[in-house]
């Protein structure tokens, strides 16, 4: 098994939101989760990078960032250990290797920040795109999202 490096979580991260931006484009009703579900399902070299998980998670929260930071923070991570998941809860974001804008307004995931999906301007952009039907987001808001979430700034 190769851990992922970097470089190689934030290509696999903008073009797996690249390709899901693409997808919304050509049928806007599409379910983001299934969308990244697909992507990494599909994606041929993915096994070399986890063998830990036994569920259907392939990469941690079907996330390329989260399955580095993850690595990165701790390789207990490997046990499927409950304990140790409640206690590393998401402090495992601080290895996050993009900039999501959350992180000094925060304690819970950055990408998932805000969870009052009435406010667009407080809610992380996983929120918003995760929960586009529930709030009535647009189809070009949702791939303006998309490629927002792509081209995240790097920390």
Request: charged letters at 30%; proline letters at 4%; one cysteine or more.
């Amino acid at each position: 098994m190769e851990r992922l490096t970097k470089e190689r979580a934030i290509e696999l991260h903008r073009d797996m939101w690249n390709w899901i931006a693409s997808e919304l484009n050509k049928n806007p009703d599409a379910n983001v989760h299934n969308l990244k579900n697909k992507y990494i399902k599909t994606n041929p070299d993915i096994h070399k990078y986890q063998e830990y998980n036994d569920n259907e998670d392939l990469v941690h929260n079907n996330c390329f960032c989260c399955e580095y930071a993850v690595q990165k923070a701790n390789p207990r991570m490997f046990a499927n250990d409950f304990d140790f998941w409640n206690e590393f809860n998401a402090d495992f974001c601080e290895h996050c290797p993009l900039r999501w804008g959350t992180e000094d307004n925060t304690e819970d995931f950055f990408c998932e920040t805000g969870i009052e999906l009435d406010n667009k301007e407080t809610t992380g952009l996983w929120n918003l795109i995760n929960h586009a039907k529930e709030i009535n987001l647009t189809p070009e808001e949702k791939i303006n999202i998309a490629r927002q979430i792509a081209n995240l700034p790097e920390k």
